[in-house]
């Protein structure tokens, strides 16, 4: 795969800063290097190492007992994003390519022997803008279906404040809801991202033609819970049903708040996962992650009061609910 820049020529704006960085990796013989991965790659170290990055939280580990066995589960709860974007570059990348070998294992991850590879690296030069980060200025719960809360942020001192509830996971089938307030009047989106793909939790489906949900100042607001709203509202909420495959996953939630409106821009389209759909059930709408992380780091930039609180999430597929 060739890659090419459209080389940035004239004056730059006052706040882009001139940047280089470098990024390598190993291809087993015959595997074909993505130079666009491997660029962007580049891009996304050259902007750490001028300007660092954000850890929106910390880490937290929850363990219990049963009385068959002990279960500790850990819950990464750090985020990590560039403290700037990419403009434009001023070069072309550079690419350079050496051959080496690495220690391949069989599918067991029993047999290793030495195969044939080649390492890659590219060294990128172009202008990258600082973000401007706001910390969160609101308050979150996030509960299950019994309203039993497995994690909250509060305000404290002026500063957000991430604690664990008496349950930190959620069991395969249990219902997600969460409640918000804010101290100022805005618009509130929500995210949730699996690795894979990142869904529009919230507005509504009803509510499609909406690009957010409008907060009003000091009000609690509770969301996908049917019976916190009159009866007559009730067919407007959606009912968020938490399921997996594997014996634990892990699931992104992404809290947005701005006092400006967001731009629904491409987002909204829902990609078909090609999976049967139990009846009584529908597909969120959903990009790439990869996509949405570009997104978000596109309105990182635009909206300058844009705050945004993370958090990630345990499902359990193993212990049903009450095995404590």
Request: proline share 4%.
């Amino acid at each position: 795969m060739e890659v090419s820049a459209q080389l940035f020529k004239g004056v730059p704006p006052s706040d882009w800063v001139l940047v280089e960085g470098n990024a390598t990796i190993l291809c087993p013989d015959g595997v074909e290097v993505d130079k666009k991965k491997l660029s962007d790659m580049a891009r996304r170290q050259a902007i750490e190492n001028r300007m660092g990055t954000s850890i929106v939280y910390g880490n937290f580990i929850k363990s219990y007992e049963t009385e068959l066995d002990n279960y500790e589960h850990f819950v990464d709860m750090s985020s990590q994003f560039p403290q700037g974007v990419w403009r434009a570059d001023v070069s072309e990348p550079e690419y350079c390519k050496e051959e080496t070998e690495i220690r391949k294992e069989n599918s067991a991850g029993i047999i290793r022997k030495r195969v044939k590879a080649e390492k890659w690296s590219c060294r990128v030069k172009g202008y990258a803008q600082p973000l401007k980060q706001i910390m969160p200025q609101f308050e979150f719960q996030i509960m299950n279906g019994n309203n039993s809360v497995i994690v909250k942020q509060t305000m404290q001192d002026g500063k957000a404040v991430l604690s664990v509830g008496t349950d930190s996971v959620f069991r395969q089938g249990d219902l997600f809801r969460t409640r918000f307030r804010c101290t100022r009047s805005g618009h509130l989106v929500l995210f949730m991202d699996n690795g894979q793909n990142a869904f529009r939790m919230l507005p509504y489906a009803a509510f499609d033609k909406d690009d957010d949900v409008f907060i009003e100042a000091g009000k609690w607001y509770s969301f996908f819970d049917s019976s916190a709203v009159p009866y007559n509202e009730r067919c407007n909420v959606d009912e968020l049903e938490l399921l997996t495959d594997m014996e634990f996953d892990a699931i992104r939630i992404y809290y947005l708040f701005s006092e400006t409106p967001f731009n629904r821009d491409f987002f909204f389209s829902i990609v078909d996962s090609g999976n049967e759909i139990p009846e009584g059930y529908s597909q969120l709408p959903s990009i790439t992650s990869q996509q949405f992380a570009g997104w978000l780091q596109q309105n990182k930039v635009l909206k300058h009061d844009l705050q945004i609180s993370v958090v990630d999430l345990v499902i359990d597929n193993v212990n049903k609910t009450g095995d404590k």
